[in-house]
């Protein structure tokens, strides 16, 4: 099991911006678990699964207008 998280900006607090949106919606998947923050998002699965998400969540959030975004991938 591998635990991803995240944080994309830049970010207000409230309203995410449609490069967050797009960061959050590309997470969400059958096999993994996800975490919505005030500063960031948490993804937990298994390996693949999580790896797959944190590709789809760069691409979704750069492609969507992020300044910057932060992983940090761990074993859980």
């Not at 998280?5 to 949106?21: K, L, R, S």
Request: net charge negative.
């Amino acid at each position: 099991m591998l635990v991803l998280e995240f944080t994309v900006e830049p970010f207000a607090d409230g309203e995410p911006g449609p490069h967050v949106q797009a960061a959050l919606d590309a997470a969400e998947g059958p096999e993994v678990e996800v975490e919505f923050g005030p500063f960031g998002t948490m993804v937990r699965g298994p390996d693949e699964a999580v790896l797959a998400v944190a590709d789809r969540v760069v691409r979704a959030a750069v492609g969507a207008g992020a300044s910057q975004v932060s992983a940090r991938i761990s074993r859980a």
